[in-house]
């Protein structure tokens, strides 16, 4: 494994850090305030290339390798983590397309994400989070169709996109092997936009329920098999972990630089902060923990390039460097003391964003289930 990266890799870093001091860290805070992204910045991210970034080269995408995408997100979680994770979920739609799609159906879509449409993946309901199988979401054969009827949750940017990737049940009573996917616009008749969530963390990013009222789906829009969805959704998500992995890193970088230089400039009892030995050690633990987290994202990325199974390995990247933008937030926070407490600063935004990393995606208690059974079975 090469620690090195390579001139494009580079390059498209440092386009990343160019648009993130420009167009997002000034405006973080108040998007975080508002509670949604500021006017013109998708634009902003379409234009750097940042909405498709999976989309394999053939269908006039980038195409790039799972490193690249993760220096990228690493860079958009340390501008804003509500900002990297609404283009994450272009990401994060895309791979069942990838995974399961005909070349018409990846035409269609990627098209549409070409030309800067945002796209949601939508697994969750209101009983189905951690269990799949749980789905109750029908959808039931009618010619050349399919008619789709139920209520998804939590869907990130459900109330923004312009098409969607839909998991329902396409057997009665089958669990996991009723599960299918299906592509939907979001113009489809009976297919509308429920609550928007409030949310403690990523509130630059839109949360929404999505509701399906008897939605007439071609079949030609299904992805794979009937019963094959949950193939496609555990796949999606092995390719997708890593990345919320670099994005809980791009976090915990943030909020260490913000403790660092705080502790340079803070004054008490006639000098820096930086400069008595139990600051020091929460800073060295700090730096360790980002260290080891951006490490283990990268081994899952560059497994994932070398099309080597990677499937634990992104649930520890995940797992791990989740559980690091918590703990390094938590100590943040408490290197700027008062300070680090109050909406003025942005340690306290970083620990509420940090929250989601440990749930969505597949909860950290999830992550370990899985790396236990690839270790045990």
């Known amino acids: 494994m090469d620690l090195g990266f390579t001139p494009d ?14 167009e997002i860290t000034p405006y973080a805070l108040e998007m975080d305030h508002k509670g949604e992204i500021k006017e013109g910045l998708l634009t902003k991210l379409d234009e750097a290339g940042f909405l498709n970034l999976p989309v394999p080269e053939e269908y006039d995408g980038p195409g790039l390798d799972a490193i690249t995408i ?4 690493e860079e958009l979680g340390k501008g804003c983590a509500g900002v990297a994770t609404t283009v994450a979920a272009n990401s994060l739609a895309s791979y069942p397309v990838i995974v399961a799609g005909t070349d018409e159906q990846k035409k269609y879509f990627f098209d549409k994400i070409n030309n800067g449409t945002l796209a949601a993946f939508a697994l969750t309901e209101p009983g189905a989070g951690s269990d799949a199988g749980a789905v109750a979401t029908t959808a039931v054969k009618d010619g050349d169709d399919y008619i789709l009827n139920g209520t998804k949750c939590f869907i990130t940017n459900g109330g923004n996109a312009g098409i969607y990737i839909i998991f329902a049940n396409a057997r009665k009573s089958a ?7 299906f592509i939907v616009d979001r113009d489809a008749p009976g297919f509308s936009v429920g609550k928007e969530e409030d949310k403690m963390g990523i509130r630059a990013s839109n949360t929404s ?14 992805l794979g098999r009937e019963g094959e969805g949950f193939r496609i959704a555990m796949k999606t998500l092995d390719a997708a972990r ?14 260490l630089d913000a403790a660092v230089k705080y502790a340079k400039e803070r004054i008490q009892f006639g000098k820096p902060i930086a400069s008595f030995q139990l600051v020091q050690a929460l800073v060295a633990d700090m730096a360790m923990q980002v260290e080891a987290a951006r490490l283990l994202v990268h081994k899952a990325c560059w497994l994932k390039d070398q099309g080597m199974p990677f499937s634990k390995e992104a649930a520890i990247a995940k797992c791990f460097a989740s559980d690091t933008a918590m703990k390094v937030t938590t100590d943040a926070v408490q290197v700027l003391g008062g300070y680090g407490y109050i909406k003025e600063y942005p340690t306290e935004k970083y620990m509420r ?18 790396i236990a059974n690839q270790i045990l079975y």
């Open 9 to 22: 890799q580079l390059a498209l870093q440092k386009i990343a850090q160019d648009v993130v001091a420009k």
């Open 353 to 370: 964003d940090a929250k989601i990393m440990q749930i969505y995606e597949g909860t950290n208690q999830i992550q370990r289930m899985v």
């Open 209 to 222: 329920e999505l509701i399906l009222d008897n939605v007439r789906v071609p079949a030609a829009n299904r």
């Open 175 to 181: 669990g996991i092997r009723g599960l299918t996917a």
């Open 242 to 255: 890593p990345f919320v992995g670099a994005v809980s890193v791009g976090i915990a970088q943030a909020a």
């Open 70 to 73: 993760a220096l990228i997100y």
